[in-house]
């Protein structure tokens, strides 16, 4: 996406699409009167006999003859007093999607009065990158040719080039998530996620450590092997860092660390039809860590940060790991393994040990760990698990400025007892109720004294249909908010 700031007027920008904002109010504000005028009260006119009233996420194309604009997008932000900064984003989709539809190589919006100007035109930025991603990797036939690559901003703050920049290349990572969360399981391997990892690392000048299955039998990861044990393609664990300029001892250190479970059968706990259909998503939380590391760089931020994503399939052979067998994590604890199904929490177990051993300050997990929060917490929304109220405020304010839902769940210490086990240190299942508070309390043995936090992906990471600028298929869910995460205050 090319983005240009416009400096001038809304009433002088010549453009093959405009978008427009329209107050659900009385008046439909300063910016629609001006076009309107522009076009001799055509936009009134047709808006009025349309019944457009600016109602939060409604559009209408209204054809112009006016010179240099021949179509203007209506698009409603509401009242006023409601407008938010967010809706600028799927303004901006709706435009690129509208472009698309028409085969328009270009696009400008203006950027509503009364909403701060540097968060709108990241907004406009995000919706433009974010709203006209598509996956055509595997179309034969009915591939778009011509797509909308040129987003004109009016009114949005001024020099701002260096944020633009910032906003496309967090785009770029989310894109790449998605592209890895849509790719088929075939295709998208353990190897693959390692490969694509180096990749990121040789573009951006990040340090690259991959664990083949060699290495991860010398290290000691049983429990990712032991998901792994069932499948042909091999399992990696992938580490990249960030290293800011002139970084010493002293340096704080993050640490990102995502399932990358790219086929979840369920092993002998096999899942069902209706289950198993989008499956190869599992690996959301290691693509979104992926992605955030490719778009790092470009916000430079002052803290060390590390990727970490343990990378398997878990399916069934006559090598596969079983029901009841116990094995021993990377830090000692003995696992009795209650359910093959529950393996997303094995392969992390292992990966955060390595992690806290790296004595890094602060880890946040990222995962598409249970259906149970998707009860919770319904399609959109990903739980956030953390007995550190700063580190969970710090994600809660990243992603609120991110425009990702998130929402804080406990880690309810009464419900440990369900894990335990008579013959090993614990079981990896807990009973029926509380499964995503279950998973989190398992997670939590394996991070020692590290400040940590878990966020269950497993509803937002997918999606059944397109919604704004998220398409229908991977979302690359926490992508931004990681970012603004490891650039914001701590
Ligand atoms: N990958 C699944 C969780 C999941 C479910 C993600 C639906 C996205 C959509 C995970 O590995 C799993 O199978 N979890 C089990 C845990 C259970 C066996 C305790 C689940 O949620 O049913
Ligand atoms: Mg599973
Ligand atoms: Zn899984």
């Not at 598509?134 to 987003?151: G, K, P, S």
């Not at 694509?196 to 690392?201: E, F, M, P, R």
């Not at 690259?208 to 499948?231: H, P, Q, W, Y």
């Not at 806290?356 to 990903?382: F, K, N, Q, S, Y």
């Amino acid at each position: 996406m090319n983005v240009i700031l416009h400096s001038g007027l809304a009433s002088s920008v010549e453009t093959p699409l405009l978008a427009v904002p329209v107050l659900g109010d009385d008046s439909r504000g300063a910016i629609f009167d001006a076009v309107d005028e522009r076009t001799g009260g055509r936009l009134s006119r047709i808006a009025d006999e349309e019944q457009f009233k600016g109602k939060g996420g409604k559009t209408l194309l209204v054809h112009c003859d006016t010179p240099g604009l021949s179509r203007v997008l209506l698009y409603g932000v509401g009242k006023e007093a409601d407008l938010k900064a967010t809706s600028v984003r799927a303004m901006a989709a709706a435009a690129v999607s509208q472009a698309n539809k028409r085969h328009l190589s270009a696009v400008a919006l203006c950027i509503p009065d009364g909403v701060d100007k540097e968060a709108a035109t990241v907004f406009a930025t995000q919706g433009a990158a974010l709203g006209g991603y598509r996956f055509e990797d595997f179309l034969t036939q009915n591939v778009e040719e011509l797509a909308c690559n040129n987003l004109c901003i009016v009114g949005g703050a001024s020099d701002a080039e260096g944020l633009v920049e910032r906003t496309l290349a967090a785009a770029a990572g989310v894109n790449l998530a998605r592209d890895l969360v849509n790719g088929p399981p075939v295709q998208v391997t353990p190897t693959y996620m390692a490969e694509t990892a180096k990749k990121i690392a040789d573009e951006s000048g990040l340090e690259c450590t991959i664990f083949d299955k060699a290495a991860l039998e010398r290290a000691g990861m049983n429990l990712l092997l032991a998901v792994s044990a069932g499948s042909d393609e091999e399992p990696r664990l992938i580490h990249l860092t960030y290293r800011p300029e002139g970084a010493d001892e002293n340096t704080p250190q993050i640490a990102l660390v995502g399932k990358g479970l790219t086929f979840d059968a369920g092993g002998y706990n096999l899942k069902p039809s209706g289950s198993i259909e989008d499956m190869k998503m599992d690996m959301a939380g290691g693509a979104a860590v992926l992605g955030a590391m490719k778009a790092v760089k470009a916000f430079a931020p002052n803290v060390i940060v590390h990727g970490v994503v343990p990378s398997s399939e878990n399916l069934v052979s006559g090598g596969a790991y079983k029901v009841g067998d116990i094995f021993h994590s990377l830090n000692g604890k003995s696992v009795q393994i209650m359910n093959t199904d529950a393996e997303g929490r094995l392969i992390l177990a292992d990966a955060l040990c390595y992690t806290e051993r790296m004595g890094v300050e602060r880890i946040v997990d990222l995962a598409t760990l249970t259906g149970a929060c998707m009860v919770a917490l319904g399609p959109h929304t990903a739980g956030l698990f953390s007995d550190h109220d700063d580190f969970a405020k710090s994600i809660e304010r990243a992603a609120d400025k991110a425009g990702e839902n998130v929402w804080r769940m406990p880690l309810q210490k009464k419900l440990r007892p369900m894990l335990d086990s008579p013959i090993a240190d614990m079981k990896n299942v807990g009973q029926r109720w509380g499964g995503a508070i279950t998973a989190g309390l398992f997670l939590q043995e394996f991070v020692g004294d590290t400040t940590w936090a878990h966020l269950d992906i497993a509803g937002p990471a997918y999606s059944d249909k397109a919604d704004e600028h998220v398409p229908k298929g991977g979302t690359g869910f926490a992508v931004l908010t990681l970012l603004e995460l490891i650039s914001g205050e701590l």
